[in-house]
């Protein structure tokens, strides 16, 4: 199997979070995340069967669903076994950090108005039953694809909604314990609104979705 493709994300500082966002969004505050490279895409469903050993189960390039955390992280920790580098899943920061593509203040990883996605119809106004083939829209200024559409992605932290008022200004790296993982991103089932930079969301670690995925990050 060859190694998941990734893009350099260069250290930085960023604001994070959004004032015009709910509670979990605020306060805004700058943070600095070191260097790390994100996967262009979403693991997809060819990626996951190779690690499970089996055919792929559906479009082989649709993203994997259905998968937990603790699936996600047992997918990083058999990627970094195998190919001698380490693979994880990214943390909330880094994830906005690279979501952002060093642009300040933008809503949306397209820009500030929702309606600008050049797929908009398609991705939010009922059409879409599913999620698509990853890559089919222009990659963020980063270079990295879907980030803001077809399904939620796993991030490593535990959830808080309160964290942004204590988080360190240095690559933070969510609470101690928990109940709930952290989720970035859009998906296919849900709102718009799901689908800022900034927007959170959070399930139980062991529950498995059909708009959940993830991509990894190494580094």
Sequence with gaps: MSPPVT??????????????????????HRVWVDAFEMGVHQVRNRDYAEFLGVRPQGHPDHPVTSVSWFDA??????????????????????????????????????????????????????????????????????GIFDLGENVHEWCSDWYSKDYYAISPARNPQGPDTGDR???RGGSWRHHIKVTRIAARSSIPPAFQYADYGFRVVGG
């Design 7 to 28: 893009a350099p994300i260069p250290e930085g500082e960023f604001l994070m979070g959004c004032e015009q966002g709910r509670d979990e969004e605020k306060p805004v």
């Design 73 to 142: 992280v047992a997918y990083c920790a058999w990627l970094t076994e195998i190919h001698g580098r380490r693979y994880r899943l990214p943390t909330e920061a880094e994830w906005e950090r690279a979501a952002r593509g060093g642009r300040e203040g933008e809503l949306f990883v397209w820009g500030a108005d929702p309606q600008s996605h050049p797929n908009y119809a398609l991705r939010w106004t009922g059409a879409v039953k599913g999620p698509r083939p990853v890559g089919e829209e222009p990659p963020n200024p980063f």
């Design 181 to 183: 993982r952290a989720s």
